[in-house]
């Protein structure tokens, strides 16, 4: 296969809506106002960089690029047939990422139209080729112009939109009939900014003979073999015999190498390969095979596939492929009180799953760079995360970030991309399109070992069973009309068992149960409990996490301020006041006071009026608060699989769900959830008069070590404790100590674990807001200060307890904004601190 980049010197013109296809000559015509950019691009990046539009993500701009959605885009550009081969026997032309309806045409001849973002355009176009200079010329729109109130009555307009439920102009019912990105139509949580353009690579491949389509690689078994392990695996691969009428001979070689050398190799001579399609399966044996795990469980050794074909004199090889050896599967037995489990599965071993679900990077998400996706990976990893799930209302992400979660150990929930409304599933061409975008993706993605799950919808089942949506749209969905359902009910689950039945689907999330929703069987979006349910005393109590008892949290979600920096940049020019319009644009829709609420409930008097700095602190506290107790909440539950929270990464600046800002800095809350997801931890409840310590050890080797434990007050001065040892196998969850409440002042002190290991973190039991404990002050001292290189260590000693330890500045810490015992050392390295002198803060 030959390939030539089409990616570089494309330019752009816009016209109105008006101008179809047929207006290709006059678009030939203008000789001005012509835009230079490179793929892949949004129609908004070269207007930015001509001056013509401010950039949208800052103030208010948003509102004044609008106006292109209302417009059609033309994109051109000139290549040379001398670069592309024209002897060869098979020319197709791919388009990635055409967002979202197109038109394109070769030499000013049409040569089809595409109408979806998520898999490209393919064409055969050498009889569309000359001799010398070619050029293309494809035609964008948003795509949501071709829908109509009829087109959207035979969905009943079942779709949600958030200008439904607030004020605000953020939302289209029209979206669910465009496979384009549901998210920049606006949400929650950003704008409506309508994204067009060509969002992929552009290339021409060319083939002689013969073309490899597809390949597959599946591990089927893995045993033991004496003290190693030997992993059988099959290989599929999709060899194309593009001569119409003779059948030719083939050889196939599969080699399979681990850091250079060769760990099996198989060639199968002599295939007959009939015209067209040719599918051909071989098992492999990898001896002293090394296994792949999730982030904490264990390395992520990869192998190295190369598959070539040889046909006479041409030679044809799939792209050289990482590929991890792992068995996945979900275990949703019945238990014992006829819950059901939901648990993966990897290896054998058991996979408490941590992480948050993720969204695309940016409202322009062209312009997102491979730096950024390295660095987003680069910090979960940092934070403990073994999991991301990729949200069904954004795109399949590129081929990059499935690429570092191998690398990483990072498992992949992958939804297809359906979101909260009803989807056009009786329309034949929806159907084809759904049914094409489905296959290029599981054919695209299931050579990954990340990938742990394909996920059928974001919340339409819960949608769908929910008599509140019911009642307003005035539907009743059933076999006959299952408004969308039926995709991930049965079309979905067709393509993925056709495709790759070795990796595990599930129809929603959430879902299973009763309700979609149920807690006691499948996955949850916990959307009334905790800090946003509308019981005020439930969302303020963070001890109401200990009471949900669910399988596996799949969303849930805390609201919190980026820092300083990150407001000032993206307020833009606009002043920095919390009841300023342009401050309220960049808040979450969704925020009601109960944020407001929990700062003063924890750290402040009863009506103090809350400045604006005093907000970013305090506000990014709480935040951290919550995700790292109910986190713990989580993961202390022996019948909960895995805990993902809404949302790890942010498409613009705003007060919103993450714990990492749209211009890459941590917030607060970043070391609460690292805190939380640690891999060796201990967590302490208090369940009726019982205290219960559980330990947790993710890990692949067994934990042992020594401890104190017992009560004792914030001054230090009372401690009646003991010493133990507790000892965790490893990739274990257990209890290791139940005893009963003691009769002392859990206001004026607390039961604390000192673990004497300086990779476990200390604990102590959470009884009521900071507010109500009864302690002063204590210093901080620094006992240690060292340069490391770029870095500095710190090693602080808190006398008493100390409540919200930081260092201030906008440094990455091993750890920041964490609680002291008494008498507790702690060692914090602060990334590129160097000689600065540093300053140490605490809350109280």
Same mark, same amino acid.
Request: aromatic share 12%; hydrophobic share 35%.
């Given at each position: 296969?030959?390939?030539?980049?089409?990616?570089?010197?494309?330019?752009?013109?816009?016209?109105?809506?008006?101008?179809?296809?047929?207006?290709?000559?006059?678009?030939?015509?203008?000789?001005?106002?012509?835009?230079?950019?490179?793929?892949?691009?949004?129609?908004?990046?070269?207007?930015?960089?001509?001056?013509?539009?401010?950039?949208?993500?800052?103030?208010?701009?948003?509102?004044?690029?609008?106006?292109?959605?209302?417009?059609?885009?033309?994109?051109?550009?000139?290549?040379?047939?001398?670069?592309?081969?024209?002897?060869?026997?098979?020319?197709?032309?791919?388009?990635?990422?055409?967002?979202?309806?197109?038109?394109?045409?070769?030499?000013?001849?049409?040569?089809?139209?595409?109408?979806?973002?998520?898999?490209?355009?393919?064409?055969?176009?050498?009889?569309?080729?000359?001799?010398?200079?070619?050029?293309?010329?494809?035609?964008?729109?948003?795509?949501?112009?071709?829908?109509?109130?009829?087109?959207?009555?035979?969905?009943?307009?079942?779709?949600?939109?958030?200008?439904?439920?607030?004020?605000?102009?953020?939302?289209?019912?029209?979206?669910?009939?465009?496979?384009?990105?549901?998210?920049?139509?606006?949400?929650?949580?950003?704008?409506?900014?309508?994204?067009?353009?060509?969002?992929?690579?552009?290339?021409?491949?060319?083939?002689?003979?013969?073309?490899?389509?597809?390949?597959?690689?599946?591990?089927?078994?893995?045993?033991?073999?004496?003290?190693?392990?030997?992993?059988?695996?099959?290989?599929?691969?999709?060899?194309?015999?593009?001569?119409?009428?003779?059948?030719?001979?083939?050889?196939?070689?599969?080699?399979?190498?681990?850091?250079?050398?060769?760990?099996?190799?198989?060639?199968?001579?002599?295939?007959?390969?009939?015209?067209?399609?040719?599918?051909?399966?071989?098992?492999?044996?990898?001896?002293?095979?090394?296994?792949?795990?999730?982030?904490?469980?264990?390395?992520?050794?990869?192998?190295?596939?190369?598959?070539?074909?040889?046909?006479?004199?041409?030679?044809?090889?799939?792209?050289?492929?990482?590929?991890?050896?792992?068995?996945?599967?979900?275990?949703?037995?019945?238990?014992?009180?006829?819950?059901?489990?939901?648990?993966?599965?990897?290896?054998?071993?058991?996979?408490?799953?941590?992480?948050?679900?993720?969204?695309?990077?940016?409202?322009?998400?062209?312009?997102?760079?491979?730096?950024?996706?390295?660095? !987003?990976?680069? @910090?979960? $990893?940092?934070? &403990?995360?073994?999991? =991301?799930?990729? +949200?069904?209302?954004?795109? #399949?992400?590129?081929?990059?970030?499935?690429?570092?979660?191998?690398?990483?150990?990072?498992?992949?929930?992958?939804?297809?991309?359906?979101?909260?409304?009803?989807?056009?599933?009786?329309?034949?061409?929806?159907?084809?399109?759904?049914?094409?975008?489905?296959?290029?993706?599981?054919?695209?993605?299931?050579?990954?070992?990340?990938?742990?799950?394909?996920?059928?919808?974001?919340?339409?089942?819960?949608?769908?069973?929910?008599?509140?949506?019911?009642?307003?749209?005035?539907?009743?969905?059933?076999?006959?009309?299952?408004?969308?359902?039926?995709?991930?009910?049965? !079309?979905?689950? @067709?393509? $993925?068992?056709? &495709?790759?039945?070795? =990796?595990?689907? +599930?129809?929603?999330?959430? #879902?299973?149960?009763?309700?979609?929703?149920?807690?006691?069987?499948?996955?949850?979006?916990?959307?009334?409990?905790?800090?946003?349910?509308?019981?005020?005393?439930?969302?303020?109590?963070?001890?109401?996490?200990?009471?949900?008892?669910?399988?596996?949290?799949?969303?849930?979600?805390?609201?919190?301020?980026?820092?300083?920096?990150?407001?000032?940049?993206?307020?833009?020019?606009?002043?920095?006041?919390?009841?300023?319009?342009?401050?309220?644009?960049?808040?979450?829709?969704?925020?009601?006071?109960?944020?407001?609420?929990?700062?003063?409930?924890?750290?402040?008097?009863?009506?103090? @009026?809350?400045?604006?700095?005093?907000?970013?602190?305090?506000?990014?506290?709480?935040?951290?608060?919550?995700?790292?107790?109910?986190?713990?909440?989580?993961?202390?539950?022996?019948?909960?699989?895995?805990?993902?929270?809404?949302?790890?990464?942010?498409?613009?600046?705003?007060?919103?769900?993450?714990?990492?800002?749209?211009?890459?800095?941590?917030?607060?809350?970043?070391?609460?959830?690292?805190?939380?997801?640690?891999?060796?931890?201990?967590?302490?409840?208090?369940?009726?008069?019982?205290?219960?310590?559980?330990?947790?050890?993710?890990?692949?080797?067994?934990?042992?070590?020594?401890?104190?434990?017992?009560?004792?007050?914030f001054d230090g001065k009372i401690s009646d404790t003991r010493e133990m040892v507790f000892e965790v196998p490893a990739g274990s969850r257990m209890q290791v100590l139940k005893e009963k409440?003691?009769?002392?002042?859990?206001?004026?002190?607390?039961?604390?674990?000192?673990?004497?290991?300086?990779?476990?973190?200390?604990?102590?039991?959470?009884?009521?807001?900071?507010?109500?404990?009864?302690?002063?002050?204590?210093?901080?001292?620094?006992?240690?200060?060292?340069?490391?290189?770029?870095?500095?260590?710190?090693?602080?000693?808190?006398?008493?307890?100390?409540?919200?330890?930081?260092?201030?500045?906008?440094?990455?810490?091993?750890?920041?904004?964490?609680?002291?015992?008494?008498?507790?050392?702690?060692?914090?390295?602060?990334?590129?601190?160097?000689?600065?002198?540093?300053?140490?803060?605490?809350?109280?």
């Open positions: 296969m030959n390939i030539t980049k089409l990616n570089k010197s494309w330019v752009l013109h816009e016209a109105p809506f008006s101008w179809d296809r047929q207006y290709l000559a006059d678009i030939n015509k203008i000789n001005e106002g012509w835009y230079k950019c490179d793929l892949p691009v949004d129609v908004r990046m070269p207007l930015i960089d001509a001056g013509v539009i401010k950039e949208p993500l800052e103030g208010d701009n948003s509102y004044e690029s609008k106006w292109m959605e209302e417009r059609s885009w033309w994109f051109q550009k000139h290549f040379s047939s001398a670069d592309i081969g024209m002897e060869n026997e098979v020319i197709e032309l791919v388009l990635e990422g055409l967002d979202t309806n197109s038109d394109i045409f070769l030499n000013d001849q049409y040569i089809g139209s595409h109408q979806n973002v998520h898999y490209p355009f393919i064409c055969e176009i050498k009889r569309f080729l000359v001799n010398g200079d070619n050029k293309l010329s494809v035609r964008l729109t948003s795509g949501l112009e071709n829908i109509s109130i009829k087109d959207l009555a035979q969905i009943d307009c079942a779709v949600t939109a958030e200008s439904d439920f607030n004020d605000s102009d953020r939302g289209d019912h029209r979206r669910t009939m465009v496979r384009r990105p549901q998210y920049n139509i606006g949400w929650d949580w950003g704008p409506r900014l309508v994204s067009v353009g060509i969002t992929g690579q552009a290339f021409v491949r060319a083939y002689n003979k013969i073309a490899i389509r597809e390949v597959g690689i599946e591990t089927k078994e893995i045993k033991k073999d004496g003290d190693g392990k030997l992993a059988l695996l099959n290989v599929m691969v999709n060899a194309e015999n593009l001569n119409i009428v003779d059948t030719v001979d083939c050889d196939l070689e599969i080699v399979i190498r681990k850091d250079g050398k060769i760990a099996a190799c198989k060639t199968i001579p002599d295939i007959l390969l009939t015209s067209g399609t040719n599918y051909i399966n071989q098992e492999m044996e990898i001896q002293e095979a090394e296994l792949w795990w999730p982030a904490g469980y264990g390395e992520q050794p990869l192998y190295q596939v190369e598959i070539t074909a040889r046909c006479a004199d041409t030679n044809e090889s799939w792209p050289v492929f990482n590929y991890g050896i792992r068995k996945i599967s979900i275990d949703t037995p019945v238990l014992e009180d006829g819950t059901r489990n939901f648990k993966f599965i990897v290896n054998g071993q058991e996979i408490f799953c941590k992480g948050a679900n993720w969204i695309p990077n940016d409202f322009i998400y062209a312009r997102v760079t491979a730096e950024k996706y390295r660095t !987003l990976l680069e @910090e979960a $990893v940092e934070a &403990n995360f073994n999991m =991301i799930r990729i +949200w069904g209302g954004g795109l #399949y992400e590129r081929e990059l970030f499935y690429d570092l979660c191998d690398e990483k150990g990072i498992l992949v929930w992958q939804d297809f991309m359906l979101a909260c409304g009803a989807y056009p599933e009786q329309q034949a061409w929806f159907e084809n399109e759904i049914r094409s975008e489905y296959a290029y993706q599981a054919k695209r993605l299931r050579t990954h070992s990340c990938i742990a799950l394909f996920c059928g919808t974001n919340e339409n089942h819960w949608i769908f069973s929910n008599p509140e949506f019911l009642d307003r749209w005035k539907i009743k969905p059933s076999y006959q009309n299952q408004y969308g359902l039926w995709i991930p009910n049965v !079309l979905s689950k @067709e393509v $993925v068992w056709m &495709n790759c039945p070795y =990796i595990p689907y +599930w129809n929603s999330s959430p #879902y299973g149960g009763k309700n979609a929703n149920d807690l006691d069987c499948g996955d949850a979006h916990l959307w009334s409990h905790g800090f946003v349910s509308n019981d005020i005393r439930e969302a303020l109590d963070l001890k109401s996490y200990d009471a949900i008892k669910t399988k596996f949290v799949s969303e849930y979600g805390v609201l919190g301020p980026c820092c300083l920096e990150s407001i000032k940049e993206y307020l833009g020019d606009g002043d920095l006041d919390m009841n300023g319009k342009l401050w309220k644009s960049h808040t979450n829709v969704t925020m009601k006071d109960t944020l407001g609420k929990a700062i003063v409930q924890n750290y402040l008097p009863e009506n103090h @009026e809350l400045t604006e700095s005093e907000f970013i602190l305090y506000g990014g506290l709480v935040q951290g608060d919550v995700y790292e107790y109910s986190l713990e909440s989580f993961r202390f539950q022996e019948d909960c699989g895995g805990a993902l929270f809404w949302m790890y990464n942010d498409a613009w600046g705003e007060v919103g769900w993450t714990v990492i800002d749209y211009y890459l800095r941590r917030k607060i809350s970043y070391y609460g959830v690292k805190r939380a997801f640690a891999h060796k931890k201990f967590i302490i409840r208090q369940a009726d008069d019982c205290i219960l310590i559980r330990g947790i050890n993710d890990t692949k080797e067994k934990l042992r070590c020594k401890v104190k434990f017992g009560y004792v007050s409440l003691g009769d002392y002042d859990l206001e004026c002190g607390s039961y604390m674990l000192y673990v004497y290991d300086d990779g476990i973190d200390h604990a102590m039991l959470y009884t009521c807001p900071n507010s109500r404990l009864k302690y002063a002050k204590s210093p901080v001292e620094v006992m240690e200060e060292k340069v490391i290189g770029n870095d500095k260590k710190l090693v602080l000693r808190a006398g008493g307890y100390v409540c919200g330890v930081y260092i201030a500045g906008n440094y990455k810490c091993s750890d920041n904004y964490f609680n002291m015992l008494p008498g507790e050392e702690r060692t914090i390295i602060v990334q590129d601190a160097g000689n600065t002198e540093l300053e140490i803060k605490s809350i109280r």
